[in-house]
């Protein structure tokens, strides 16, 4: 990379902003979509116990470690490796971020595209009516036709477009200012009107009493990928957000908040969600439905339902939108520094590939069904190899390559701008990027995927 490039580099412009930002990312479909669900079909507390211990020892370490390397290299991912390791093969940890950003991106717009249409059907007071069964016919039917909702994705993409178009401190970060408060007052009146609710008990036992027995190596595996997935961690979007890190900034407290901020959403969200499902004695199992088909028949039975369902999916779509142009931003800044291409043309070109590649993962819902890789139509399969083995694999690098190349001394530096360093904090830090998360990782990755067994 060049000087001028290095002095036209764009920096967010405020500490408020920095964390605005990154938990944007990391707050998203992940936590208020996809962890109900998989606690749901993973059995409730026990998941989430495992899921806890994943955030603290491996998602928090490797979340530093990935602010680390972009403020250090101020540069896009694959550029970062190749700043503070030339010459070797860690690009290639890189370019496998860039990738995992275009395949999470073509699903996350598929969801997020639903979430757009169910604030439609929230607003018509499409829910009042209709029975469970006709509740379900009413997702599936819209997810496997073949127009609605790819129009709805690409309303969505072109609204992640926008905001990623303007650039970092006008764009992202300005958004991710207003939008993420917005979040927090949303889910916290949903939380209390779930809480309140006749026999929201048993949705909180849930939740919060673990069944160990009900924990499988999948299980596992998921919670892993989950922590992954859920704290923006194992492709570089973090490395992108920190090379645009003032160096006033103490990154080990924004690490810190942040993680706290999205396991805590996360957790709202369960709570937001299960007491309410088993106050009207649904199954929480349900899988990817969980929010589409089980929530819409929760807020029909529920006073003010029509109100809080307008509420919910609009806190589903605002969450993945502070979500996605941080995946999004992945790939421009590679096609801006990597490519030499303009910030304009960058943000249209990603978005254009990966709309793309979205469409063919929302037909896969319906018309292109029957086209399957180890049973798992295209959105799966995406979803799966992303989460569960190019994000994981990604961690398992970025930790490696923090706590072996760049090494205690190179960290010391990087982690005492802004900051005065606490030297048993930093051996703490240094010893689970070095063998605790690389292990962790390993051991859980080669035992998801059935290499071994234990
Ligand atoms: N963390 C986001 C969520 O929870 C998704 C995401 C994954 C964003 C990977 C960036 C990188 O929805």
Redesign the pocket.
């Given at each position: 990379m060049n000087k001028n490039k290095l002095s036209a580099r764009d920096v967010f412009s405020s500490k408020f902003g920095v964390i605005a930002a990154a938990a944007g990312?990391?707050?998203?479909?992940?936590?208020i979509w996809?962890f109900p669900y998989i606690t749901g079909v993973y059995g409730g507390a026990a998941f989430l116990f495992v899921y806890l211990g994943f955030i603290a020892l491996i998602g928090l370490p490797v979340m530093l470690s990935e602010l680390s390397i972009g403020r250090k290299s101020r540069s896009n991912v694959f550029g970062a490796f190749k700043n503070l390791a030339p010459g070797s093969p860690w690009k290639f940890v890189g370019m496998l971020g860039v990738a995992a950003?275009v395949m999470?991106l073509a699903f996350?717009g598929v969801v997020a595209g639903w979430s757009i249409d169910y604030v439609v059907k929230a607003v018509t007071d499409n829910f009042a009516t209709r029975s469970p069964n006709e509740m379900e016919a009413m997702f599936v039917n819209f997810i496997e036709s073949p127009v609605s909702p790819v129009l709805y994705q690409l309303l969505f993409m072109l609204m992640t477009m926008a905001i990623v178009i303007i650039g970092v401190k006008d764009g992202i970060e300005k958004y991710a200012k207003f939008l993420m408060p917005l979040l927090v007052v949303i889910i916290i009146v949903l939380c209390l009107r779930s809480v309140t609710l006749d026999g929201a008990s048993e949705g909180l036992k849930f939740l919060f009493n673990p069944d160990f027995s009900k924990l499988t190596a999948d299980g596992i595996l998921s919670a892993l990928g989950h922590a992954f997935?859920?704290?923006?961690?194992?492709?570089g979007?973090l490395v992108t957000y920190g090379s645009y890190i003032d160096e006033k900034n103490n990154i080990s407290v924004t690490a810190l908040q942040v993680t706290i901020a999205?396991t805590v959403i996360a957790l709202l969200a369960g709570i937001a969600i299960f007491p309410a499902v088993f106050a009207f004695g649904i199954e929480p199992s349900s899988g990817p439905g969980l929010v589409f088909i089980t929530l819409p028949n929760v807020f029909q039975q529920m006073p003010g339902g029509f109100f809080f369902s307008i509420l919910f999916f609009l806190l589903l779509t605002v969450?993945?939108l502070t979500?996605s142009i941080?995946?999004l931003e992945v790939v421009v800044a590679y096609f801006r520094e990597e490519l030499n291409l303009k910030r304009n043309f960058s943000t249209i070109l990603a978005t254009v590939m990966i709309s793309i590649i979205g469409i063919f993962c929302s037909l896969s819902m319906g018309v292109l069904k029957e086209y399957t890789l180890f049973g798992l139509n295209f959105f799966d399969l995406l979803d799966w190899i992303s989460a569960n083995i190019l994000?994981p694999l990604g961690g398992l690098f970025i930790s490696l390559f923090v706590g072996w190349f760049l090494g205690r001394k190179k960290m010391e530096e990087e982690l005492a701008k802004g900051a005065s360093v606490v030297s048993w904090l930093l051996s703490v830090f240094i010893f689970l990027v070095k063998f605790i998360a690389p292990g962790a990782i390993a051991i859980v990755f080669l035992h998801g995927l059935g290499v071994f067994n234990f």
């Open positions: 990312s990391a707050v998203g479909l992940g936590n996809k950003a999470i996350y997935f859920s704290l923006s961690l194992g492709m979007t999205d969450a993945a979500s941080s995946i994000l």
